[in-house]
């Protein structure tokens, strides 16, 4: 069965950049209208939906990352990666990668496959 | 954006009873909302998707309904493993991709 891991550093300084990657087993996202996803989760808060990257690498932000943001997928590792620059204490967070799809038939349009998240913090 | 309203915040139960849990949006999502339970320690995990259909794997005392801006997530019997948070996500106007704020379920 479709597995993802995250994988990355758990502390960094403010101003650095962020880099995160995410390792698929089991199968691919490569079907059409599916995504690998990008969600952060703030210690003690709700979820946030960061970025989505499609098999070819067609990306979707989260415009108040946008900025600062870069998906990427390497297709011959299946990994995808996330990049986040110039973090501060505000993006501490569990990342998480997490497959969902959006399609109507024969798929199921959510997040169904999650990894187990990685912790970042920031701290000077 | 689609911003997501959760309420209540949080729902002091005991286990045996019924759990009814609220998601409204602030823009018509048609049927397509999703749930997620998120244990302690754990990623999300899905529950229903497409407003009411059941996730593989999910027991039947889980149910969701509702269409538009208003959707609920009802658990007919609580089991002690259904003391969680629980999120709603919508997927109809994205990006960016939305979820609610969460619903704590906890024991009375």
């Known amino acids: 069965q479709l597995q993802l891991q995250e994988s990355g550093p758990g502390l960094l300084k403010p101003s650095e950049t962020l880099t995160l990657t995410c390792t698929v087993s089991?199968?691919?996202?490569?079907?059409?209208?599916?995504?690998c996803g990008w969600v952060r989760q703030p210690p003690g808060k709700g979820l946030e939906w960061i970025g989505s990257i499609t098999y070819s690498g067609t990306t979707y932000y989260n415009p108040s990352l946008e900025s600062r943001l870069i998906i990427s997928v390497d297709t011959s590792k299946n990994q995808y990666s996330v990049r986040l620059s110039s973090v501060t204490a505000a993006d501490t967070a569990m990342y998480y990668c997490?497959?969902?799809?959006?399609?109507?038939?024969?798929?199921?349009?959510?997040?169904?496959?999650w990894g187990q998240g990685t912790l970042v913090s920031v701290s000077s | 954006e689609t911003v997501l309203t959760q309420s209540p915040a949080t729902l002091s139960l005991s286990p045996g009873e019924r759990a009814t849990l609220s998601c409204r949006t602030s823009?018509?999502?048609?049927?397509?909302l999703a749930w997620y339970q998120q244990r302690p320690g754990q990623a999300p995990r899905l529950l229903i998707y497409e407003a009411s259909k059941r996730a593989t794997g999910i027991p039947a005392r889980f149910s969701g309904s509702g269409s538009g801006t208003d959707f609920t997530l009802t658990i007919s019997s609580l089991e002690p493993e259904d003391f969680a948070v629980y999120y709603c996500q919508q997927r109809k106007q994205w990006p960016p991709l939305t979820f609610g704020g969460g619903t704590k379920v906890e024991i009375k």
């Open positions: 997490a497959r969902h799809s959006d399609c109507s038939d024969d798929c199921v349009p959510a997040f169904d496959v």
């Open positions: 823009q018509n999502v048609d049927i397509h």
């Open positions: 089991g199968g691919s996202i490569s079907r059409s209208r599916h995504f």
